[in-house]
């Protein structure tokens, strides 16, 4: 039903900045977000935002990353500031219809690379 459009992943330094953006069509969503998976690690929730604009994130990038929607339309941002090496994964953003007994839509996957 819901497909999801990511774009914005790339290279950057140490301390730079990158936005991610993932747009969903096909249903109005009630919780959006993302997830990423560094080579070798499971897969870690990077942060949330609900429809009423309730928003979470994990320990590690709290302070540093912030999630946000457009108003009007499905798609939700990732900001990521101060980035270090260890945030290199791929970053899957994510759609679910309803807030319990979801049906869950994913993404393909955006490359974030921090390297000097």
């Known amino acids: 039903q819901v497909q999801l459009v990511e774009s914005g992943g790339g290279l950057v330094q140490p301390g730079g900045s990158l936005r991610l953006s993932c747009a969903a069509s096909?249903?109005?969503?009630?919780?959006m977000g993302w997830y990423r998976q560094a080579p070798g690690k499971q897969r870690e929730w990077v942060g949330t935002i609900i429809r009423d604009g309730t928003t979470n994130y994990a320990d590690a990038v709290k302070g540093r990353f912030t999630v946000s929607r457009e108003n009007d339309k499905n798609t939700v941002f990732l900001q990521m500031n101060s980035l270090k090496r260890e945030d290199t994964a791929v970053y899957y953003c994510?759609?679910?219809?309803?807030?319990?007994?979801?049906?869950?839509?994913w993404g393909q996957g955006t490359q974030v690379t921090v390297s000097s």
């Open positions: 994510y759609s679910d219809d309803r807030f319990v007994g979801y049906s869950r839509s």
């Open positions: 096909g249903s109005i969503f009630y919780r």
